[in-house]
């Protein structure tokens, strides 16, 4: 299994542009989450979908923040517009959700700078 | 709040020392996870441990988790300069969470060859 895939890897934008990160999580994971990882701020959980379903995005911080998963092996992060204050790793992470051991398995990251 | 906060911040030992870390948490939990994360690359999982269970090894590794006092420790034996990363705690609160995680600040490990 080629594990969780992101991309693009890297972006650079500037302010006020739309950016739109991709995760293809890893086949047969019924569960999908988004962080943001920021040296101020760690590691924060964004929203998280279970079977395609947004379950909890408590974590999104604002409205210019919109994610789907239109599909088991798909799911997309937007930001519009973007702000310099975007600018972070933000990973994509996917999980079996057995109901008991649920551990995560985390994409590589995009890292996106808002200029 | 974070609901894992791990101790000591940052961590620096020679190779072949053994690397304790902490993580204590505040609500009750279904399990506990340790996760490493190597500068620039995205979280591994290292090890799960479950509420009902005391202690756990796998390899280098041992965890141990006490529930009466909210708090668990990951033990490196035998420390690598390849184990120099971040090491987090993550706890799974359980019910209907559907796995999500509350991770903690890390322990910035730094093992010197």
């Known amino acids: 299994d080629a594990g969780v895939i992101q991309s693009p890897r890297h972006e650079v934008t500037e302010m006020g542009q739309e950016v739109t990160l991709r995760c293809k999580p890893i086949?047969?994971?019924?569960?999908l989450f988004w962080y943001r990882q920021t040296m101020m701020r760690g590691l924060e959980l964004l929203i998280y979908?279970?079977?395609?379903?947004?379950?909890?995005d408590s974590g999104m911080p604002e409205d210019r923040f919109s994610a789907k998963m239109p599909n088991a092996s798909f799911s997309t992060l937007k930001i519009q517009p973007s702000e310099p204050r975007d600018s972070a790793v933000y990973f994509c992470?996917?999980?079996?959700?057995?109901?008991?051991?649920?551990?995560?398995?985390f994409g590589p990251g995009t890292r996106l700078t808002v200029l | 709040s974070q609901q894992g906060e791990e101790d000591p911040q940052a961590l620096s030992i020679q190779e072949g020392e053994n690397a304790t870390m902490n993580c204590s948490y505040k609500t009750s939990i279904n399990n506990l996870q340790w996760y490493r994360q190597n500068s620039g690359r995205g979280l591994v999982h290292l090890i799960l441990?479950?509420?009902?269970?005391r202690e756990k090894h796998s390899g280098r590794l041992r965890v141990t988790l006490d529930t009466s006092k909210k708090s668990s420790s990951l033990l490196i034996t035998a420390s690598r300069a390849a184990d120099t990363a971040s090491y987090f705690c993550?706890?799974?609160?359980?019910?209907?969470?559907?796995?999500?995680?509350?991770f903690g600040q890390g322990t910035i490990l730094t093992v010197h060859p």
């Open positions: 979908f279970n079977n395609n379903v947004p379950i909890d």
């Open positions: 993550a706890t799974d609160a359980g019910g209907t969470s559907y796995g999500k995680l509350t």
């Open positions: 086949s047969g994971h019924n569960s």
């Open positions: 441990i479950r509420s009902n269970e």
């Open positions: 992470a996917s999980s079996p959700f057995r109901g008991s051991d649920n551990e995560q398995f």
